[in-house]
């Protein structure tokens, strides 16, 4: 049996880059004369902008900062031992650059291993231990204060998570384990299913003193010290950490089973972390810890050389780094300045826009409209919605005034527009109107100012045609609702320039989007995939399957929603008006579905009826539709939607649409929130083998998004 330090050794020769984290040990006397205290700080050594993370090399330091302080313990020297980190950042778990290098399962059980053999000898030293959460943790910094017999909590800390699942592991350092034994099933399963599964929702230093985790909670600036007079009060007997009995009967049961639920309405089986998680927790309930930390490595091992676990780090990276630097972008310093937007138009889809704008650049927006009616309906909704921000304490009186008095509505574009550097327009999906609308901006605006269209599926070449200098038009494409999904497709048309593109980057940037650059071509990147994915599930209603298992076939996806209740949500005949675009670009990919025309011309808002709260056929609908005789499986049906799909792929790889596949999965993760543990689609085509089966080869080469060769 090889010693933890030998397994460390090896792990850390597979991970040579690794940002290393000492573990400093210092002494002191604690107050009150209740003795001397060892006190290990974590710390990479970089400000607090590179979190401190658990590598090989950083346990092994750990190691050797425990090997110290045993031995004085062990020989009455110190009365206690403390863990904290460096300013603001305690410690953000496994290193996982490390954890795409890993090729084999035996290395896989090692990293697994190696954090526990290191965690539990915290709990086995002869003296109390303590962990003090001064700053950020995740993941195995979460983890390593669970073994300390004691925890104090910073009320500033600002996030405090076990994220595994959601990235597609489990909490692997005794998280599954401890957790649940420390605070009860059901909250642990609030934080390690039921929050990673919500988007990484992170807790506050609050909420983990609520929920039992910490013992106890000072302010922020003066964390350190009143947790050190706190432990002195414990190791002196003072102070008696009292905890709640943990109900290790139905109650524990019932946790998981709401656990499952939780995990079956997110991913739908489709992806295995959540429920390795919940088998860990159900077993725990026995409080046997080895047996427990047992079970954690085996599903470590197995998940790290999953394909879940390689696509959710693959969706990490797109949209940490890939989105924050977007391919093809030009040159920043070519961007020009905005001091003032305007918006043409003001329906719904235009007062987002303009509250955007508002919010994020805080710089005069001025909207018009064809009817004094139509423009102080929008500007009534942006005051609206600043009201709602100030009511929720989101902003102060003096900021809620200062934004509504930038936003102004006026009928007149020469009035409105003279002086505005960046005019958007928002109006009815029509090729003649738009070039309609450019013209009259043209006439009237800087000859500096872009003009961009939010069209989610026209050419922006030929709605710049017509102008003098199409070359200052971009396309600057947001998805619904436009406060929360971070999409934004900039479309370079034939003639736009450099500049101009630069500035749209620039101002995307100032709005907090993720951009993606994408080539004018009929319906860009989301709507084109949704729409050819949609309408062969169209296609097959048509044809004779049930409209239950058209939906059905492609739950393993785990989509958000399903493709008749997205239809909804989107409206019927925005979905009929771009398979006609689209129909008319590509004739022989994509169709018009006479059932859907007649859906949107009976008027009807979507296929379902909830009177009894779930989604049901609305029996108008049924009686609308006009099928065939030719009825397929869920997995047919599955087949042709998916071929369908890596066939569109591939065809606008080839076009160049956008810069690479992994543009694609970008774009369906945050403008479609297309699944984050299935590493957008392009990851799951090569896994399920329909990427080779269509087009002859896999999206990704090896290694990404997978398990390297």
Same mark, same amino acid.
């Given at each position: 049996?090889?010693?933890?330090?030998?397994?460390?050794?090896?792990?850390?020769?597979?991970?040579?880059?690794?940002?290393?984290?000492? %573990?400093?040990?210092?002494?002191?006397?604690?107050?009150?004369?209740?003795?001397?205290?060892? /006190?290990?700080?974590? @710390?990479?050594?970089?400000?607090?902008?590179?979190?401190?993370?658990?590598?090989?090399?950083?346990?092994?330091?750990?190691?050797?900062?425990?090997?110290?302080?045993?031995?004085?313990?062990?020989?009455? =020297?110190?009365?206690?031992?403390?863990?904290?980190?460096?300013?603001?950042?305690?410690?953000?778990?496994?290193?996982?650059?490390?954890?795409?290098?890993?090729?084999?399962?035996?290395?896989?059980?090692?990293?697994?291993?190696?954090?526990?053999?290191?965690?539990?000898?915290?709990?086995?030293?002869?003296?109390?231990?303590?962990?003090?959460?001064?700053?950020?943790?995740?993941?195995?910094?979460?983890?390593?204060?669970?073994?300390?017999?004691?925890?104090?909590?910073?009320? $500033?800390?600002?996030?405090?998570?076990?994220?595994?699942?959601?990235?597609?592991?489990?909490?692997?350092?005794?998280?599954?384990?401890?957790?649940?034994?420390?605070?009860?099933?059901?909250?642990?399963?609030?934080?390690?299913?039921?929050?990673?599964?919500?988007?990484?929702?992170?807790?506050?230093?609050?909420?983990?003193?609520? /929920?039992?985790?910490?013992?106890?909670?000072?302010?922020?600036?003066? *964390?350190?010290?009143?947790?050190?007079?706190?432990?002195?009060?414990?190791?002196?007997? =003072?102070?008696?950490? @009292?905890?709640?009995?943990?109900?290790?009967?139905?109650?524990?049961?019932?946790?998981?089973?709401?656990?499952?639920?939780?995990?079956?309405?997110?991913?739908?089986?489709? %992806?295995?972390?959540?429920?390795?998680?919940?088998?860990?927790?159900?077993?725990?309930?026995?409080?046997?810890?080895?047996?427990?930390? @047992?079970? =954690?490595?085996?599903?470590?091992?197995?998940?790290?050389?999953?394909?879940?676990?390689? %696509?959710?780090?693959?969706?990490?990276?797109?949209?940490?780094?890939?989105?924050?630097?977007?391919?093809?972008?030009?040159?920043?310093?070519?961007?020009?300045?905005?001091?003032?937007?305007?918006?043409?138009?003001?329906?719904?889809?235009?007062?987002?826009?303009?509250?955007?704008?508002?919010?994020?650049?805080?710089?005069?927006?001025?909207?018009?409209?064809?009817?004094?009616?139509?423009?102080?309906?929008?500007?009534?909704?942006?005051?609206?919605?600043?009201?709602?921000?100030?009511?929720?304490?989101?902003?102060?009186?003096?900021?809620?005034?200062?934004?509504?008095?930038? +936003? !102004?509505?006026?009928?007149?574009?020469?009035?409105?527009?003279?002086?505005?550097? *960046?005019?958007?327009?928002?109006?009815?999906?029509?090729?003649? +109107?738009?070039?309609?609308?450019?013209?009259?901006?043209? $006439?009237?605006?800087?000859?500096?100012?872009?003009?961009?269209?939010?069209?989610?599926?026209?050419?922006? !070449?030929?709605?710049?045609?017509?102008?003098?200098?199409?070359?200052?038009?971009?396309?600057?494409? *947001?998805?619904?609702?436009?406060?929360?999904?971070?999409?934004?497709?900039?479309?370079?048309?034939?003639?736009?320039?450099?500049?101009?593109?630069?500035?749209?980057?620039?101002?995307?940037?100032?709005?907090?989007?993720?951009?993606?650059?994408?080539?004018?071509?009929?319906? *860009?990147?989301?709507?084109?995939?949704?729409?050819?994915?949609?309408?062969?599930?169209?296609?097959?209603?048509?044809?004779?399957?049930?409209?239950?298992?058209? =939906?059905?076939?492609?739950?393993?996806?785990?989509?958000?929603?399903?493709?008749?209740?997205?239809?909804?949500?989107?409206?019927? %005949?925005?979905?009929?008006?771009?398979?006609?675009?689209?129909?008319?670009?590509?004739?022989?990919? #994509?169709?018009?579905?006479?059932?859907?025309?007649?859906?949107?011309?009976?008027?009807?808002?979507?296929?379902?009826?909830?009177? !009894?709260?779930?989604?049901?056929?609305?029996?108008?609908?049924?009686?609308?539709?006009?099928?065939?005789?030719?009825?397929? &499986?869920?997995?047919?049906?599955?087949?042709?939607?998916?071929?369908?799909?890596?066939?569109?792929?591939?065809?606008?790889?080839?076009?160049?649409?956008?810069?690479?596949?992994?543009?694609?999965?970008?774009?369906?993760?945050?403008?479609?929130?297309?699944?984050?543990?299935?590493?957008?689609? &392009?990851?799951?085509?090569?896994?399920?083998?329909?990427?080779?089966?269509?087009?002859?080869?896999? #999206?990704?080469?090896?290694?990404?998004?997978?398990?390297?060769?």
């Amino acid at each position: 049996m090889s010693t933890t330090a030998e397994l460390l050794k090896g792990a850390a020769e597979l991970f040579p880059d690794e940002v290393v984290t000492q %573990a400093h040990v210092r002494h002191f006397e604690l107050p009150f004369q209740a003795g001397r205290f060892a /006190l290990i700080t974590l @710390d990479n050594g970089l400000d607090h902008t590179k979190p401190t993370t658990f590598g090989p090399a950083s346990l092994a330091n750990l190691n050797t900062a425990i090997d110290q302080v045993e031995r004085e313990a062990a020989a009455g =020297e110190i009365v206690g031992v403390g863990i904290t980190g460096k300013p603001f950042i305690f410690a953000v778990g496994a290193d996982l650059k490390g954890v795409e290098l890993l090729k084999k399962h035996e290395d896989a059980l090692a990293i697994g291993k190696g954090g526990h053999e290191v965690f539990k000898r915290l709990s086995k030293l002869a003296v109390p231990t303590f962990a003090y959460y001064n700053g950020a943790a995740m993941g195995g910094g979460v983890e390593v204060g669970l073994h300390c017999t004691y925890r104090t909590v910073s009320k $500033a800390l600002p996030a405090f998570s076990l994220p595994e699942v959601f990235l597609g592991l489990v909490p692997g350092w005794g998280g599954c384990t401890l957790l649940p034994n420390l605070i009860g099933a059901d909250k642990a399963v609030s934080v390690i299913i039921e929050n990673s599964l919500n988007q990484n929702k992170q807790l506050k230093g609050v909420q983990v003193h609520e /929920l039992g985790i910490a013992d106890a909670i000072f302010e922020g600036a003066d *964390f350190l010290e009143q947790s050190l007079l706190w432990t002195a009060s414990v190791l002196k007997g =003072e102070t008696v950490v @009292d905890r709640p009995v943990i109900d290790r009967g139905e109650a524990w049961d019932q946790a998981v089973a709401r656990g499952r639920f939780i995990a079956d309405s997110k991913v739908h089986g489709a %992806a295995p972390a959540a429920y390795r998680a919940l088998d860990i927790i159900a077993a725990a309930k026995n409080g046997d810890l080895q047996q427990g930390y @047992d079970a =954690e490595d085996q599903a470590l091992a197995d998940l790290i050389m999953g394909g879940e676990l390689r %696509a959710g780090i693959y969706s990490f990276n797109l949209v940490q780094k890939r989105g924050k630097r977007p391919a093809g972008a030009p040159d920043k310093s070519l961007a020009r300045p905005v001091t003032k937007v305007g918006v043409v138009g003001a329906g719904l889809m235009a007062s987002q826009l303009a509250l955007l704008f508002l919010r994020r650049l805080e710089v005069p927006v001025v909207l018009t409209d064809i009817d004094q009616e139509r423009v102080d309906k929008g500007v009534g909704y942006v005051h609206a919605e600043i009201d709602k921000l100030l009511g929720k304490g989101r902003i102060n009186q003096d900021k809620a005034n200062r934004l509504k008095a930038l +936003v !102004s509505g006026v009928l007149d574009k020469a009035e409105g527009f003279s002086d505005a550097d *960046f005019v958007i327009e928002a109006v009815f999906e029509e090729m003649s +109107v738009k070039q309609q609308v450019f013209a009259e901006v043209e $006439a009237v605006a800087p000859a500096h100012a872009i003009l961009a269209t939010n069209t989610s599926s026209l050419s922006v !070449s030929e709605m710049a045609s017509k102008l003098k200098h199409p070359e200052r038009v971009v396309g600057f494409h *947001f998805f619904n609702p436009v406060a929360i999904l971070p999409l934004l497709e900039i479309v370079r048309g034939e003639k736009t320039d450099d500049a101009s593109l630069a500035t749209a980057f620039g101002v995307a940037k100032k709005l907090k989007k993720t951009a993606v650059l994408v080539k004018d071509a009929p319906a *860009f990147v989301v709507n084109r995939i949704l729409t050819r994915f949609m309408g062969e599930i169209q296609n097959v209603i048509d044809e004779g399957t049930p409209v239950a298992v058209a =939906e059905k076939a492609v739950e393993p996806l785990g989509l958000p929603m399903s493709p008749l209740v997205l239809l909804e949500l989107v409206g019927p %005949a925005i979905g009929l008006h771009v398979s006609e675009t689209l129909n008319k670009a590509f004739p022989d990919r #994509f169709t018009v579905s006479p059932n859907l025309k007649a859906v949107v011309e009976a008027g009807k808002r979507g296929f379902y009826v909830y009177d !009894s709260g779930k989604p049901e056929l609305d029996p108008e609908v049924a009686a609308l539709l006009k099928q065939g005789d030719t009825v397929l &499986t869920e997995e047919q049906v599955r087949d042709r939607v998916l071929d369908a799909v890596a066939q569109e792929i591939g065809l606008m790889l080839d076009e160049g649409v956008v810069a690479e596949a992994q543009d694609i999965d970008l774009c369906l993760i945050t403008g479609a929130g297309w699944p984050f543990h299935l590493g957008g689609i &392009t990851p799951y085509l090569d896994r399920e083998g329909v990427a080779e089966r269509v087009n002859g080869k896999k #999206f990704l080469a090896p290694g990404v998004a997978s398990v390297p060769a």
